[in-house]
């Protein structure tokens, strides 16, 4: 049954042939096989595109969040009424301004970018005494 299924195959494929049909369909085939390729090709190049934006937001959150971890450890060593520190770590350089007002809430700003040169800021509110982050907004 299977040579008579190729003969049969065969037999088609050249009657395509002498009636002109087969170089047609060998472009039809090799067109739908190139527009395939070139489809996954884009496919994975926005893939990249929003796996490398997804990694530079993460970076972004990492560097204002290790900023934040460090100026209140700053804080809660040192007592200054106002003052500014820069930190550097592997995601990038925060600067913070740090202001201390007549209540026990400390004013920080950390300014800072990443090592793509993405700019983060971020304002917070610390409370000396219960020692806690009392509000805390991203820019």
């Not at 067109?31 to 937001?57: K, P, S, W």
Request: glycine residues 6%; charged residues 20%; proline residues 1%.
């Amino acid at each position: 049954m299977g040579t008579r299924r190729n003969k049969l195959v065969f037999k088609c494929l050249k009657q395509l042939d002498d009636q002109g049909y087969m170089t047609a369909m060998m472009m039809l085939i090799s067109t739908l096989l190139l527009g395939f390729i070139f489809h996954l090709c884009y496919v994975t190049m926005n893939e990249r595109a929003f796996l490398d934006r997804e990694e530079e937001q993460f970076k972004k959150h990492s560097l204002l969040v290790l900023g934040m971890k460090d100026t209140i450890s700053y804080i809660q060593k040192n007592d200054v009424e106002t003052t500014e520190k820069t930190f550097i770590y592997e995601e990038g350089t925060v600067h913070a301004a740090i202001q201390f007002s007549p209540s026990e809430v400390i004013y920080i700003t950390l300014n800072g970018t990443t090592q793509n040169a993405t700019k983060v800021f971020a304002l917070f509110q610390y409370n000396q005494t219960l020692k806690e982050v009392v509000e805390w907004s991203e820019g």
